[in-house]
Each structure stands twice: as C-alpha cells, then as structure tokens.
C-alpha cells in the first residue's frame, strides 16, 4: 500500500488545517471537551484523506483475451447501448460506480495503441445519473489492441468530484492493468465493448480494479 501522488496537495492541506484549529484552541486555552472533540475531527479529517488516496500495490495477471475492471466499486449498469462519441454503432456498457471510501485508482481494462482520447468539461451530476455520462465533466480512451478490437472506456465526474486527472494520449501504447488515471472524490467509469463480448459480471457486484475480470473476449 502506498500514498497516491495526488493526494499530496490534499494531505498537505489537511495538516495545515489540523495544525491551525489546535494551535489556536491551545492558544485560547480552550476547555477539556472543545480540545478532544478537535482532535476527533483533526483525525478523522486525516484518516479520511488517507484513506481515500491509498493506492495498493498490484502483481497485475496480464490476459489478452480479457478486460480487467479499470476501477474498485460496484457494477451499476451492464447493458446494450449507442456508443455517439467514437463508434456510433451499438455496444454493451459496463459502469463501475466508485463511492468515496473506494480506491479511485483508474487501470487500463486492455494492452494496446491509444487511437482516440478527449477531454469534455461538463456538469456534476450524481453519478448513476442516467444523462452523466454525456453531461459529466468526463475523458473518454479509446485503445486498440493488438488483434485490432478497440474497448472504450470513460472516466465521469460525479456530484463530489471536481478533477479528472489522466495519464494518457493518442498514439501512446499502454499496458492491461497499468494506471491511466485517477477521479477524485466519488465517480464513475464506463467500459463500451463490442457486442457479443462474454461479460463475466453481473450488476451489484463488487469489483476490483486490474483484478476482477469484467468481460472476455
């Protein structure tokens, strides 16, 4: 287990709060519940981040023939749908709701060539809003692999969120289970894949990012 890089300006933030409220509650010498009930929320604040930026160390099992989950969560949607932005034909969609106390991590569910990425600005709705996938401030990857199948998978802001952080780009050649990304604060990710794909979970599930097989091929 090991401390997210994007957590740092968080964790920083939270210290410097921390010290600040306790300084001043020593300075006025405030009473004996006011100081433990400041330490209580110095604690929690501080465990909070931590845990929410924890990033697990991973022996990832790499396999061509199938999609790993990009992220830990729960399956909330598997179903056939129109894919507007890249394919503009049908596909099936399989979303990973990720709640606040979940790793928000995000893994590249195949190995190939990035053929498409964007970038959208865009609303924050709750994230099992059916319109936040095409309001939602979101990236949309889309990478192709080896045998030429391209997966599409998109990152989507949710009510707490308010950064998208990624680490990819077109043309760049990724690895099945490697980090692409990372949302913070409560989201979700959506996985197109092409119809007829033999998908491995069912909704309510919990998963795991770059362990759980979600689909093969």
């Not at 110095?42 to 929410?52: D, K, M, P, Y």
């Not at 924050?124 to 599409?152: C, M, Q, Y």
């Not at 707490?160 to 989201?187: N, T």
């Amino acid at each position: 287990m090991k401390f997210h890089k994007e957590g740092y300006t968080s964790l920083a933030l939270v210290v410097l709060f921390i010290f600040v409220i306790n300084a001043i509650a020593n300075y006025y010498d405030a009473n004996l519940i006011i100081k433990w009930f400041l330490y209580a929320v110095s604690a929690f604040l501080f465990i909070t981040i931590v845990q929410f930026f924890r990033s697990p160390i991973k022996k990832i099992q790499i396999d061509e023939n199938a999609v790993l989950c990009p992220a830990d969560g729960k399956v909330v949607v598997i179903e056939e749908t129109d894919e507007t932005e890249y394919f503009n034909d049908r596909r099936i969609q399989v979303s990973i709701f990720m709640s606040p106390v979940n790793v928000h991590v995000n893994r590249n569910p195949v190995s190939g060539i990035v053929s498409f990425f964007k970038y959208h600005p865009g609303k924050f709705l709750v994230a099992w809003h059916p319109k936040s996938s095409t309001e939602n401030e979101r990236t949309t990857v889309v990478v192709k692999k080896a045998d030429g199948v391209e997966v599409l998978f998109r990152q989507i802001a949710g009510a707490l969120a308010r950064r998208i952080v990624w680490y990819v780009k077109e043309e760049q050649a990724v690895q099945q289970g490697e980090e692409f990304g990372f949302i913070k604060f409560g989201s979700r990710v959506d996985v197109f894949l092409p119809v007829g794909t033999k998908i491995n979970v069912a909704i309510g599930d919990k998963v795991v990012g770059g362990k759980t097989v979600i689909a093969k091929f």
